[in-house]
């Protein structure tokens, strides 16, 4: 947001002027106070409600297993998905690291999507924590289905790595938060069933499948033999993620997670946050959702875009025309107060979340509507 300087409206010399210019210089002054940020829905700062539940948590050490506010998150989480236990881990990244550690020997190959969070993102943490390679297959907006998967799965031959695991990624990051359809899930499971292979879900924004998709966790957890699920995205937690399946895995993860350094003393403090979040925040994501609608449909017929990914959830990603690079135009927006991120040279995203006001929406749709 352009600032008008003193140095401009000393240059008139007319109090006509002078009026005007401070009236403009208001106007800026106060539009520039309209900050949205769509960078991530990881961007969210908690609330006051969830301050106070987390200042009044009871808290122990959680090391000794003995917070009750972690004990009380980790049931929670686990009943909401029917899976016999769950563990609160400081990020999303630790719980599919955990996840993979305990469902592969170092030499095993792990299969998901070429633009997956794991294998893109995580740090080549599966090569680094488990000894592990990825099989990436290309995928449809970040879904792989059952036909590729049987396909890449290695025969019993010394030459090859053993196929031990599949990830999907429901909702998918770089998909622009597309979702799976439940019948493809059920023909991935089949396929690992068959095959003996164990399947993981990175659900960080599986709570927006769930909203989006009208589906239940339960059925979620009846399918996978782990999922972790993110509390620091959508959900508006500062920290945090959970990691689920059958009590022998969670015993296991645990171990895992103290290697990895992520043994935490009074986490409940972080837990109770979680408690909140899933009590309280998960129905709103269909507000992020109509509101990512809402933004795809005015950035779809703007110069600058080549095309938008369809939206399912609460990321929209387009392609921007070779005229306008997307930082260029993520630069553009951020000087009128619209933060975007360009996740390519032409690539934009915008994220919807809980920190994002009416106002905001307002203000960021008047501004996509008047870039030039
Ligand atoms: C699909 C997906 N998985 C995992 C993560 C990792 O979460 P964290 O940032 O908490 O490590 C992210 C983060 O954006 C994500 O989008």
Redesign the pocket.
């Known amino acids: 947001m352009q600032w008008v300087h003193s140095a401009d409206w000393q240059a008139t010399n007319k109090w006509k002027d002078l009026r005007q210019a401070r009236k403009k210089r208001f106007y800026f002054a106060n539009c520039s106070m309209i900050i949205a940020d769509f960078r ?3 961007l969210t700062r908690p609330s006051p409600a969830m301050m106070k539940a987390m200042a009044s948590a009871e808290v122990g050490d959680d090391v000794f297993e003995e917070d009750p506010t972690v004990n009380r998150l980790e049931i929670l989480a686990a009943s909401k998905f029917g899976m016999e236990a769950s563990i609160f881990c ?7 690291q955990i996840a993979v550690k305990a469902h592969t020997q170092p030499g095993d190959e792990v299969i998901c999507a070429i633009n ?3 294998y893109i ?2 740090g080549g943490g599966i090569a680094f924590n488990s000894g592990s390679q990825c099989t990436p297959l290309i995928s449809d907006r970040g879904r792989i289905n059952a036909t590729q998967i049987s396909l890449a799965i290695n025969p019993d031959d010394v030459h090859k790595a053993r196929t031990s695991l599949v990830c999907l ?1 429901n ?4 998909g622009g938060g597309s979702c799976y359809q439940m019948s493809d899930i059920k023909s991935i499971r089949a396929v690992c069933d068959d095959q003996n292979l164990a399947l993981h879900l ?4 599986l709570f927006n499948a769930l909203i989006a998709k009208k589906e239940s966790a339960e059925e979620y957890g009846r399918i996978f033999d782990s999922i ?1 699920v ?1 509390l ?2 959508g959900l508006g937690c500062p ?3 959970l990691l689920l399946g059958k009590k022998e895995f969670i015993r296991q993860a645990r171990r895992i997670r103290k290697v990895f350094g992520g043994g935490m003393r009074q986490a409940g403090f972080m837990a109770a946050c979680g408690i909140y979040a899933l009590e309280n925040n998960v129905e709103r994501l269909a507000i992020d959702h109509m509101r990512a609608s809402q933004i795809a449909e005015v950035i779809s017929s703007k110069s600058f875009t080549k095309c938008v990914m369809p939206v399912e959830t609460n990321i929209v990603i387009l392609e921007t025309t070779s005229e306008f690079p997307a930082q260029y135009v993520s630069e553009c927006l951020a000087k009128k107060g619209v933060r975007t991120i360009a996740i390519a040279s032409n690539q934009l995203r915008f994220v919807t979340h809980l920190d994002i006001t009416d106002a905001m929406m307002n203000h960021s749709l008047e501004i996509i509507r008047d870039f030039k």
Request: glycine share 10%.
């Open positions: 991530s829905d990881t400081a990020s999303g990244t630790m719980s599919n997956a969070h794991v993102y995580e990624e909702t998918s990051n770089r990175d659900g960080a924004r972790s993110c620091n995205k920290i945090g993620s």
